[in-house]
Nanobody
C-alpha cells in the first residue's frame, strides 16, 4: 500500500511551464507503475502519461505528447510531470496513480493522490 501526495500546481500563462511532483510513502514505490491523469470540471478523467516501474518505458496521451515529460526518481519515492508549452485546455486537476499491472490509460490503478490544480490562462 502506498499513499500519494501531488504538489506543484498553480496558475500559469499559456506557453509557460510547470512541474508537478507526486510524493509516495513507504518502501514499495519502486514496485508500482505510475501515471498522471487529469480532470476538468464536467469532464471525465483523462489519461496524461504513464511510466514503468524502473522508468524505462513511458506512454503519453496524444494531447500532451511532445509537450509533457513524465519521469520518476525511485530513491526519492517521487514521480514528476514536466509540462511545457501549456495551453488553456490543459487546465484541470492533476492526479497521480499507482498500478501493479501497467502504466497506460486502461491499466488498473490501485491508489490515487488527492490532486493538484493547474490553471492555464489565455
Amino acid at each position: 500500500q502506498v499513499q500519494l501526495v501531488e504538489s506543484g500546481g498553480g496558475l500559469v500563462q499559456a506557453g509557460g511551464s510547470l512541474k508537478l511532483s507526486c510524493a509516495a510513502t513507504g518502501r514499495t514505490f519502486r514496485s508500482y507503475h505510475m501515471a498522471w491523469f487529469r480532470q476538468a470540471p464536467g469532464k471525465e478523467r483523462e489519461f496524461v502519461a504513464g511510466i514503468r516501474q524502473i522508468g524505462d518505458n513511458t506512454y503519453y496521451g496524444t494531447s500532451v505528447k511532445g509537450r509533457f515529460t513524465i519521469s520518476r526518481d525511485n530513491p526519492k519515492n517521487t514521480l514528476y510531470l514536466q509540462m511545457n508549452s501549456l495551453k488553456p485546455e490543459d487546465t484541470a486537476v492533476y492526479y497521480c496513480g499507482a498500478s501493479t499491472t501497467g502504466w497506460g490509460p486502461l491499466s488498473e490503478y490501485d491508489f490515487w493522490g488527492q490532486g493538484t490544480q493547474v490553471t492555464v490562462s489565455s
